[in-house]
């Protein structure tokens, strides 16, 4: 999973969540313009990031086929 945010560099929390609001994956780290997140260890099917940045959240649903 590709997540690209031009001119965002902050420190940055994530959660990836299945359909059943179960975190499956999450982690902090240092967002510099683009991040390259693994899905290779989740199933098929329909999950939610969401990406937590001084205090905003943002949630992106995305299919992994």
């Given amino acids: 999973l590709n997540i690209v945010k031009e001119g ?5 929390e994530y959660a990836i969540c299945d359909l059943n609001g ?12 683009h991040h390259l997140i693994s899905t290779e260890n989740l199933a098929p099917g329909l999950y939610f990031l969401k990406i937590i940045k ?12």
Avoid: P, Q
Wanted: with cysteine.
């Fill in 54 to 65: 001084n205090g905003n959240i943002d949630v992106i649903k995305f299919v992994k086929e």
């Fill in 8 to 12: 965002c560099t902050a420190n940055i």
């Fill in 22 to 33: 179960r975190m499956v994956a999450g982690s902090s780290l240092y967002f510099n313009n």
